[in-house]
């Protein structure tokens, strides 16, 4: 029997406002904003994985669970705000080989998203994949 194990994707910053759902932002900054993100979830993504020394994919199935530490509760979204907020950094953990994509196959997100706040710390979104390593 595979033991489960727990992976931890820590990637800097708030989420950028302009995907946000509800904004009324024009398509291209949200476009712009969206390619950012993916492209640093990637990268955190990536040196997780690899300082682990992972295959890739890492996880045939996972499960996710996020924490958001935040400055301050203005910060705070409802919840399927949250998620739809972090599409685009999923799909940057997607690219990076955490899973080989974000379908209800490989991955099931834990609700809700939890927020943390902390003036001391600098913000930052946690992803804790957890599940059993692809053979």
């Known amino acids: 029997m595979q ?79 949250s998620v739809a907020c972090l599409k685009a950094y999923i799909d940057g953990c997607v690219d990076a080989g955490v899973i080989p994509d974000d379908s209800g196959t490989h991955l099931q997100l834990s609700m809700p998203v939890v927020y943390m706040v902390d003036k001391l710390r600098d913000p930052e979104i946690l992803f804790r994949f957890k599940g059993v390593a692809c053979e």
């Open 3 to 81: 033991k489960s194990f727990v992976l931890e994707v820590s990637i800097p910053g708030l989420v950028p406002r302009e995907l946000n759902p509800n904004k009324r932002a024009h398509w291209f900054v949200k476009s712009q904003a969206a390619k950012a993100s993916r492209e640093t979830a990637r990268l955190c993504a990536i040196s997780v994985v690899n300082a682990g020394r992972h295959a890739t994919p890492v996880f045939k199935k996972a499960t996710l669970s996020v924490v958001m530490v935040i400055p301050h509760t203005k910060y705070t979204k409802d919840q399927d705000n």
